[in-house]
């Protein structure tokens, strides 16, 4: 089973990508050669208190299946990495100009169930390893996690919900 993490990093890769910036996820960790600065999204750090999912939401019934499944949720707060690569060779002027684009698509919203409630520069440098330009972006974000338990007491799947309005 997985822990369905790799769930959230797609998704705000998908978001940024729609709204006209170039992303992927970090993982699987290769580097296509892309011609222009794209924004890789990584999980940096997940907090949802202590272990397991122990806040009960009740029951729904699984069509595929035919059986009642129990709900459990937990509030995390989740820190991505968004972090901006160029091709190098470049004064890292498209760097900065993606992280307007970044920045616009971030006060806009975000993918549903995840939404940006801060991001900030971090730093520029060149990292020697990918040969590429890195505009370091962090963001933090809340959601509602939800893991399904099927009637034998093993967690099924595992899904990002929507937060909570404010």
């Given amino acids: 089973m997985s822990a ?24 699987p960790m290769t580097f296509r050669e892309e011609k222009g600065p794209v924004v890789v999204v990584s999980l940096r750090s997940c907090q949802a208190g202590p272990s397991g999912f122990q806040d009960y939401l009740g029951e729904r019934y ?7 499944e129990e ?5 995390a707060e989740l820190t991505l990495g968004l972090d901006i690569y160029a091709p190098e060779g470049g004064d890292g ?3 900065r100009e993606t992280f307007d684009r970044l920045a616009s698509a971030l006060i806009l919203g975000g993918p ?8 900030s520069w971090e730093e520029m440098d060149y990292d020697a390893q990918s040969r590429r330009l890195r505009g370091r972006v962090r963001a933090v974000c809340h959601a509602c996690l939800q893991g399904i338990m099927e009637g034998g007491g ?5 899904e990002l919900r929507g937060v909570v309005k404010q």
Avoid: H
């Fill in 154 to 158: 093993a967690f099924v799947d595992f």
């Fill in 71 to 75: 709900c459990f949720g937990k509030q």
């Fill in 93 to 95: 002027q498209t760097v």
């Fill in 62 to 68: 699984n069509q595929e299946t035919g059986l009642w």
């Fill in 112 to 119: 549903e169930g995840l939404r940006a409630e801060e991001f």
């Fill in 4 to 27: 369905g993490m790799e769930k959230i990093c797609r998704a705000m890769a998908d978001y940024l990508s729609g709204k006209g910036v170039p992303a992927r996820t970090a993982w």
